[in-house]
């Protein structure tokens, strides 16, 4: 009998020895409310401290045309009309929609000198001493999106030669370098004079109107394509030489720095008429 209970009361200890003991208590640290300070402040730093170069504000304004004409869903046709939404858009009471759903933005009348893609206005006739003068006179300010850095005078025939050559001719022939073609340095539109100034001259097309003179092309990156320092320079001059020979169909006359001495530093374009066709040098 004690030996039964010898060994009961063994296997009952051993037992206990085996339950798992009950983890401590978590230690808690209160901190007094009096006794904690807030950290300093610390005052934002600006972003950086480098000067930032105001943007031209035409430079700007050429690089939203030109994105425009690069975007995926195209917002600007080859009229060079701008979508900014498909809000339905109305000017002179008239609302014009292409295709089903998107509506665009259009003049009575098929806009200046015919067409949508020339951009300016309408002047009084402009008057000179001789033979001078544009009796239907505009004044452009851009063509089929790209825009002419100093706005020119001259008659729609003219206006419409350089919408057709910078729709055939400059964007494609720059394509995507720099970012595209998006606008035009004028050397000179209309002025009363002879041609090349000279004395005893017949008087220059720039006098009636129908001449343009174009000394650089302005690109989306804000490089230029200019005609005196590029001509003879590898790839840029290989673009320039296209220009030129890109203007000679649309412009009865078109010369270059080869042609004389009077144009090393731009492109002459006229609308001209020729028995022979149109001069190019």
């Known amino acids: 009998m004690r030996v039964l209970l010898a060994l009961l009361l ?9 339950r798992p003991l009950p983890r401590p208590a978590p230690t808690v640290e209160v901190l007094s409310e009096t006794g904690t300070t807030q950290p300093p402040a610390v005052t934002a730093l600006p972003r950086s401290i480098r000067p930032v170069p105001r943007r031209d504000p035409e430079l700007a304004e050429l690089r939203t045309v030109f994105a425009a004409m690069q975007a995926a869903r195209p917002i600007i046709d080859i009229e060079g009309l701008v979508q900014r939404s498909d809000r339905p858009l109305i000017r002179d009471g008239e609302l014009v929609r292409v295709g089903a759903s998107r509506p665009r933005l259009r003049s009575a009348g098929g806009g ?3 067409s949508a893609s020339i951009q300016g206005e309408a002047i009084s006739a402009v008057s000179g001493p001789g033979a001078c003068g544009i009796p239907r006179a505009v004044r452009i300010t851009s063509v089929s999106g790209v825009q002419l850095l100093r706005p020119a005078r001259m008659d729609c025939g003219t206006a419409q030669a350089l919408d057709t050559w910078v729709r055939s001719g400059l964007l494609p022939v720059v394509g995507n370098r720099g970012g595209g073609a998006v606008g035009l340095r004028v050397a000179a539109g209309y002025a009363c004079r002879t ?9 220059s097309e720039h006098g009636r109107g129908r001449a343009i003179d174009i000394s650089a092309i302005i ?13 003879d320079r590898g790839a840029e001059g290989r673009l320039l030489r296209e220009l030129h020979a890109r203007a000679c169909g649309p412009f009865g006359t078109v010369l270059g720095p ?3 001495r009077f144009h090393r530093d731009h ?15």
């Open 10 to 18: 063994t296997a009952g200890v051993a037992q206990a020895e085996m």
């Open 112 to 114: 200046l000198c015919g």
């Open 219 to 231: 690109l989306a990156d804000g490089s230029e394509l200019q005609v005196l320092r590029d001509w």
């Open 195 to 203: 041609r090349n100034s000279q004395r005893g001259a017949r008087i």
């Open 258 to 260: 080869e042609s004389d």
């Open 267 to 281: 492109f002459h374009f006229d609308t001209a008429s020729y028995r022979s066709g149109s001069y190019c040098r």
